[in-house]
């Protein structure tokens, strides 16, 4: 009997001792017996937790280190909550994406609190919405065109631009993933059924443009898919790709073969009666370009065309003459427009003169003095030629008459000129600063000569200047353009002529 037992306690010994060593190191195998979302799990809400389940408590830290949440390779951050030591959540911080992939993964490297390792990685997936197909789409205003789309209107009262989409959209996403380069006003319209958008414009395009419209992969379907690729078309208004530009401008009464206005330089001896010629390198529009013309110092007039079916060729046609040897700049600006409403790619100007024979100011020459007209006392020098200040007062003598004669000679830079009679007769005016007055008894102004002679009578006779107002006296010949003028070209004076003079007093 005692054999017996022996032999049964050497046979289960080694059991019992294998039974209590396992009990000590509880090596058992750490695994997850539930997850939410399940593998392979579809119809996921945006907003769902991730649930996992151990069977043993792990070490937190080093499952929040190991633990990821992923969707198309990029992690997704969010909190975690410890449910108990065995059972932990994970919120995402943002909605998931509809229609997306989402693979949770956890490395067999996740310990319990014992030490015992996953005996596998975990790894599992679901699929976020029960829509899982995305949308795109189906055809456009403007069509896409590989390379872009050309003649689009660009009068918004006629035209809009629709995108038609596979299924119900989003309209808040997708007019928030809409665009349109460069930038043009409008506003949104959907179809009923929310499948169709169209954005109607405010403005007009911009002819001979290139435009971009996209709708971005953000655009989602009313199940929150998104549009399976940004869609992106190119169009262009019109068929002109062309701006306008400036050929030259011009006086128009220049017969030169070349008769453009140089751009760098003040071009010369150009008229003060102007007409200036812009010459286009297409037909324009007529409102626009006028506009877009100026001349400075400012100058009113009116615009005439060569062609009003096509017009290339503008014509300003002052008001009235303009100001003699004066520089003027005219100028187009960007703002003038082909008949195709293209603009003036960069502003053209140009700088002129009016100083030709026509546009030439005249001034005093000289002036000569004689108290007989030449008969006995030879007509002398008052006023030399290049003078600088005229003298004051011009002093003369009468001799034994109260009588004297002014001879005058005026000229321009070209040389002496010829007055016009006309102008003279009735503008000349003399006045004193008394009561007695000498006065203009003659003018004789003739042809051939270049100076005209001015009698003067009632002269009082030696008269004291320093005891009385009678002794100087205050010619003046009036200049500007109702003043006296050049016989051949009608030049007149900038300004009036004025000279005092006195008879030289004998004590």
Same mark, same amino acid.
């Given at each position: 009997?005692?054999?017996?037992?022996?032999l049964l306690l050497l046979m289960i010994g080694p059991f019992l001792m294998l039974s209590c060593f396992e009990e000590t190191l509880n090596i058992e195998t750490l695994e997850i017996t539930d997850c939410t979302p399940s593998n392979q799990q579809t119809g996921v809400s945006r907003d769902a937790s991730?649930?996992?389940?151990?069977?043993n408590s792990v070490d937190q830290k080093e499952l929040e280190a190991l633990f990821t949440l992923s969707e198309e390779g990029s992690p997704v951050s969010g909190d975690f909550t410890w449910i108990s030591s065995r059972k932990f959540s994970f919120k995402p911080d943002n909605d998931m994406i509809n229609?997306?992939?989402?693979?949770?993964?956890?490395?067999?490297? +996740?310990?319990?609190?014992?030490?015992?390792?996953?005996?596998?990685?975990?790894?599992? $997936?679901?699929?976020?919405?029960?829509?899982?197909?995305?949308?795109?789409?189906?055809?456009?205003?403007?069509?896409?065109?590989?390379?872009?789309?050309?003649?689009?209107?660009?009068?918004?009262?006629?035209?809009?631009?629709?995108?038609?989409?596979?299924?119900?959209?989003?309209?808040?996403?997708? $007019?928030?993933?809409?665009?349109?380069?460069?930038?043009? #006003?409008?506003?949104?319209?959907? #179809?009923?059924?929310?499948?169709?958008?169209?954005?109607?414009?405010?403005?007009?395009?911009?002819?001979?443009?290139?435009?971009?419209?996209?709708?971005?992969?953000?655009?989602?379907?009313?199940?929150?898919?998104?549009?399976?690729?940004?869609?992106?078309?190119?169009?262009?208004?019109?068929?002109?790709?062309?701006?306008?530009?400036?050929?030259?401008?011009?006086?128009?009464?220049?017969?030169?073969?070349?008769?453009?206005?140089?751009?760098?330089?003040?071009?010369?001896?150009?008229?003060?009666?102007?007409?200036?010629?812009?010459?286009?390198?297409?037909?324009?529009?007529?409102?626009?370009?006028?506009?877009?013309?100026?001349?400075?110092?400012?100058?009113?007039?009116?615009?005439?065309?060569?062609?009003?079916?096509?017009?290339?060729?503008?014509?300003?046609?002052?008001?009235?003459?303009?100001?003699?040897?004066?520089?003027?700049?005219?100028?187009?600006?960007?703002?003038?427009?082909?008949?195709?409403?293209?603009?003036?790619?960069?502003?053209?100007?140009?700088?002129?003169?009016?100083?030709?024979?026509?546009?030439?100011?005249?001034?005093?020459?000289?002036?000569?003095?004689?108290?007989?007209n030449d008969t006995t006392d030879p007509f002398h020098v008052l006023i030399p030629v290049n003078y600088t200040t005229i003298p004051w007062p011009v002093e003369i003598e009468t001799g034994t008459t109260d009588t004297y004669y002014f001879k005058l000679q005026f000229s321009n830079s070209n040389g002496?000129?010829?007055?016009?009679?006309?102008?003279?007769?009735?503008?000349?005016?003399?006045?004193?600063?008394?009561?007695?007055?000498?006065?203009?008894?003659?003018?004789?102004?003739?042809?051939?000569?270049?100076?005209?002679?001015?009698?003067?009578?009632?002269?009082?006779?030696?008269?004291?200047?320093?005891?009385?107002?009678?002794? +100087?006296?205050?010619?003046?010949?009036?200049?500007?353009?109702?003043?006296?003028?050049?016989?051949?070209?009608?030049?007149?004076?900038?300004?009036?002529? +004025?000279?005092?003079?006195?008879?030289?007093?004998?004590?």
């Amino acid at each position: 009997m005692k054999h017996i037992t022996l032999l049964l306690l050497l046979m289960i010994g080694p059991f019992l001792m294998l039974s209590c060593f396992e009990e000590t190191l509880n090596i058992e195998t750490l695994e997850i017996t539930d997850c939410t979302p399940s593998n392979q799990q579809t119809g996921v809400s945006r907003d769902a937790s991730v649930i996992i389940t151990f069977n043993n408590s792990v070490d937190q830290k080093e499952l929040e280190a190991l633990f990821t949440l992923s969707e198309e390779g990029s992690p997704v951050s969010g909190d975690f909550t410890w449910i108990s030591s065995r059972k932990f959540s994970f919120k995402p911080d943002n909605d998931m994406i509809n229609a997306r992939r989402y693979v949770i993964e956890i490395p067999r490297i +996740v310990k319990d609190s014992n030490g015992n390792k996953m005996q596998l990685d975990f790894i599992s $997936e679901f699929y976020v919405g029960q829509d899982l197909v995305a949308p795109y789409v189906v055809s456009s205003i403007p069509a896409y065109t590989e390379g872009g789309t050309t003649g689009i209107p660009i009068d918004h009262n006629t035209y809009h631009i629709q995108v038609d989409f596979s299924e119900q959209m989003d309209c808040q996403k997708v $007019e928030s993933a809409f665009s349109l380069n460069p930038d043009v #006003s409008g506003f949104f319209e959907w #179809s009923p059924d929310n499948t169709i958008l169209y954005y109607r414009l405010t403005n007009d395009l911009e002819y001979g443009t290139q435009y971009t419209l996209k709708v971005a992969e953000s655009a989602e379907d009313i199940n929150g898919n998104p549009l399976q690729q940004t869609y992106t078309i190119v169009f262009i208004t019109g068929t002109d790709f062309t701006p306008p530009e400036v050929v030259g401008i011009y006086d128009e009464g220049n017969p030169d073969p070349d008769p453009y206005w140089d751009e760098e330089t003040i071009n010369q001896n150009i008229s003060r009666k102007v007409h200036i010629v812009t010459r286009f390198t297409e037909p324009m529009a007529v409102s626009s370009t006028e506009s877009s013309f100026s001349i400075t110092p400012s100058v009113s007039g009116a615009f005439t065309w060569n062609d009003y079916t096509n017009p290339d060729i503008l014509t300003f046609i002052p008001d009235n003459d303009l100001v003699p040897e004066t520089v003027y700049t005219v100028r187009i600006s960007t703002s003038a427009r082909d008949a195709n409403g293209r603009n003036l790619q960069e502003s053209y100007s140009v700088r002129f003169m009016t100083n030709a024979p026509d546009s030439q100011y005249i001034s005093l020459h000289r002036m000569w003095g004689s108290f007989d007209n030449d008969t006995t006392d030879p007509f002398h020098v008052l006023i030399p030629v290049n003078y600088t200040t005229i003298p004051w007062p011009v002093e003369i003598e009468t001799g034994t008459t109260d009588t004297y004669y002014f001879k005058l000679q005026f000229s321009n830079s070209n040389g002496t000129v010829y007055i016009d009679p006309y102008s003279i007769m009735d503008s000349i005016t003399i006045e004193s600063f008394s009561s007695e007055t000498p006065t203009i008894t003659d003018i004789t102004c003739l042809p051939g000569d270049y100076f005209f002679t001015v009698k003067i009578a009632g002269i009082p006779e030696n008269v004291d200047p320093d005891n009385s107002d009678d002794a +100087v006296f205050r010619i003046t010949i009036p200049g500007g353009i109702d003043g006296i003028r050049e016989r051949n070209n009608d030049n007149y004076m900038q300004e009036d002529l +004025v000279f005092d003079f006195m008879e030289r007093y004998t004590p």
